[in-house]
C-alpha cells in the first residue's frame, strides 16, 4: 500500500471538523435533555388543568344544588352579599 502524508493544513481541517461534529452532538444532547425536561413540565401543567377543571366542574355542581336548596327554602329572589338580605323576585 502506498502512503501519503497529509499537510498540516488538512490535519488541522479534519481536527476542526472532529470538534465541530463532538460540539453539535453535545449541543443535540443538551436539546434533547431540554426536550425532556419540557415535556415532564408540560405533563405536570396538563394535570393541573385537569385537576383545576375537574374542582371547577364539582363547584359548579356545589353551587347549583345550594342555589336549589336555597330557593326551595325562599322562593326564586337573589342574595345581596354584602348585607346578607334575600329579596324575592
Known sequence: METT??????????NEMQTSYAEITAQLGQ??????????QLN???ELETQFESNYMTLQSTEET??????????????NLETGEFTKI
Open 31 to 40: 436539546l434533547q435533555i431540554e426536550k425532556m425536561l419540557v415535556k415532564q
Open 66 to 79: 345550594f342555589a336549589k336548596e336555597l330557593e326551595s327554602k325562599y322562593g326564586k329572589g337573589e342574595v
Open 44 to 46: 405536570r401543567l396538563t
Open 5 to 14: 502524508k497529509l499537510t498540516a493544513e488538512e490535519l488541522q481541517k479534519i
